[in-house]
């Protein structure tokens, strides 16, 4: 299954972010450190989760206004 990753500005941000997908969407979610291969200066944690979700998370992030450095292909690093 096709991942992506959403790098924050903060692990904070991705913590609060992880609680609210899986509570208000139960979209499950991993805290990761950031691949060195994605250039983006700041916080190095990222969130991981499934493609399908991603309008919800980019609603989600929106609505919470939680900084973000965007997000990226799980496997190629490109940003989406």
């Known amino acids: 299954m096709r991942k992506i990753l959403v790098v924050?500005?903060?692990?904070?941000?991705?913590?609060?972010?992880?609680?609210?997908l899986f509570e208000e969407h139960k979209i499950i979610s991993k805290i990761l450190p950031t691949p060195e291969n994605i250039a983006v200066s700041g916080?190095?944690?990222s969130l991981s989760a499934d493609f399908a979700d991603i309008?919800?998370?980019?609603?989600t992030v929106k609505l919470a206004?939680?900084?973000?450095?965007?997000i990226f292909d799980a496997e190629t690093f490109e940003k989406i």
């Open 8 to 20: 924050f500005a903060s692990e904070t941000s991705a913590a609060q972010i992880k609680k609210y």
């Open 65 to 70: 206004r939680v900084s973000s450095k965007g």
């Open 55 to 59: 309008d919800v998370i980019r609603e």
């Open 43 to 45: 916080c190095g944690f």
